[in-house]
Nanobody, 123 residues
Framework: QVHLVESGGGLVQTGGSLRLSCAAS????????MGWFRQAPGKEREFVAA????????YYSETVKGRFTISTNNAKNTVVLQMNGLKPEDTAIYYC????????????????WGQGTQVTVSS
């Protein structure tokens, strides 16, 4: 059974940093595309970043490119999202997800989801 568990969310001031982690069990990161999505109140879930089969290609939304970095810790089977230069508009629940599909920016392409972690950026 696959489980994805996010951690690391919290409250931070504008310009601050947070490091989100997603611990994966029941699947091997080497076989999946791992993604981060976020959803703000009243808005649709949106793509943030993805990494292909650990250590492979990475993809970012234009809104986070240059500020966020996705990586994997293969020894811990964990996906990390380092978020720097946070802005109030980054406030959302952040979700980790896994897919075997190449359409890695589309929420519907993902098979497994974590429960989410809240990120709040104060102005």
């Amino acid at each position: 059974q696959v489980h994805l568990v996010e951690s690391g969310g919290g409250l931070v001031q504008t310009g601050g940093s947070l490091r989100l982690s997603c611990a994966a069990s029941g699947l091997a990161l080497s076989s999946y595309v791992m993604g981060w999505f976020r959803q703000a109140p009243g808005k649709e879930r949106e793509f943030v970043a993805a990494i292909v089969r650990y250590g492979g290609s990475t993809y970012y939304s234009e809104t986070v490119k240059g500020r966020f970095t996705i990586s994997t810790n293969n020894a811990k089977n964990t996906v990390v999202l380092q978020m720097n230069g946070l802005k109030p508009e980054d406030t959302a629940i952040y979700y980790c997800a896994a897919t075997t599909s190449s359409r890695n920016t589309t929420p519907n392409a993902y098979d497994y989801w974590g429960q989410g972690t809240q990120v709040t950026v104060s102005s």
